[in-house]
């Protein structure tokens, strides 16, 4: 008995070293290799490595090392974050702390960071107080204005509200859809008056189908689910809508990409999250309304206040050029180019 226990250990070991630092690992034996060809054939002095894959990291730090470029390392999303949610809670506390260990070498040698947001940058600064706050920087995910101008708005037939993607993680629109029963009930609305899409990856939330959630709330004849629709359609979805909802729980330091999309569509956000980098992006553009998850009340009202705008034909106007991608490349240019000045 004493042996298969140990060998259950040892295959957990084994399990947990298959994601040190994320299952990509494997990828960076012949990637350092080959970056190491690429770095002396063509003289390269910066190296900059967006993330995730984690493993990308490591391996720009490892060729950052052996050749002395520098490197930028743009987050795209947080690797570990001591207060913050992670991922990675499957993982035994000593592994953790050796990759704890291994991300505060690597930030130590950095010769620049990018995060995504304000909220990230803060968090990342406060948990290493060896970073400087001149080497930390906030590039948004943004859009890209060149997907819109053929995108022409058209009058839906009734008060339309789309979800474009995946209930993954801890994205459940169980809340949303008993606010919303709640709400028409209150309106005296039917299916004649209110529509819902769900497009995407959206048949299960949380290990549980969606259809289920609706028939419980008596939405059959409102919520439709679709399969994925290509990015071309999803804009024109988006562009259609009278609102866009966006799911983003337990996520405080990060973004969903889409959100800067819903914003470039012109359409109000319905945004369901807590207090963090989403809910301050949404309430400083004015692009819409955030809530919390856990709220049905608060999104009950929510959608009140987006129909009566919708039936009084209000705008929500918001600036969002500042986040189409050509700007926000120029701040990256910038970043480089100081890094080029030292």
């Not at 052996?66 to 490197?71: E, I, P, R, V």
């Not at 859009?143 to 009058?155: C, I, V």
């Not at 929510?302 to 926000?328: H, K, M, P, W």
């Amino acid at each position: 008995m004493t042996t298969t226990f140990r060998h259950s250990g040892l295959k957990r070991w084994l399990f947990y070293l298959n994601w040190f630092p994320d299952d990509k690992l494997y990828w960076l034996f012949p990637a350092l290799k080959k970056g190491l060809a690429l770095i002396r054939a063509h003289d390269i002095q910066r190296i900059v490595v967006s993330a995730p894959p984690r493993s990308s990291i490591l391996l720009a730090y490892l060729l950052s090392r052996l050749t002395g470029a520098k490197l930028v390392i743009d987050f795209r999303d947080p690797w570990l974050l001591r207060h913050g949610y992670n991922t990675d809670f499957f993982k035994p506390q000593r592994l953790l702390d050796v990759e704890f260990k291994l991300q505060t070498r690597i930030l130590r040698h950095a010769a620049a960071v990018v995060t995504t947001n304000d909220f990230f940058r803060s968090a990342l600064l406060s948990e290493n107080n060896f970073l400087s706050p001149d080497s930390v920087h906030v590039v948004h995910n943004g859009y890209d204005l060149a997907d819109f101008p053929s995108m022409r708005r058209e009058e839906s037939r009734a008060f339309s509200i789309s979800y474009l993607g995946t209930f993954y993680m801890q994205r459940n629109p169980e809340n949303f859809l008993r606010a919303l029963a709640l709400f028409m009930d209150e309106k005296g609305l039917s299916s004649a008056d209110v529509e819902v899409h769900f497009v995407g990856d959206t048949e299960n939330a949380s290990g549980s189908p969606v259809r289920a959630m609706i028939e419980n709330n008596e939405l059959g004849d409102v919520v439709s689910i679709s399969a994925k629709v290509d990015y071309a359609r999803a804009l024109q979805i988006m562009c259609q809508s009278s609102v866009l909802l966006l799911l983003a729980p337990d996520q405080p330091y990060q973004i969903p990409a889409k959100t800067y999309e819903y914003m470039a569509a012109g359409r109000p956000v319905l945004a369901l999250t807590e207090a963090g980098a989403t809910a301050a992006l949404i309430a400083s553009s004015g692009c819409g309304i955030a809530v919390e998850p856990g709220d049905i009340e608060g999104i009950r009202h929510a959608l009140a206040r987006l129909y009566e705008g919708y039936l009084s034909r209000t705008e929500y106007v918001c600036d969002v050029s500042i986040f189409e991608r050509r700007n926000q490349t120029s701040l990256l240019a910038g970043i480089l180019d100081g890094i080029n000045a030292a």
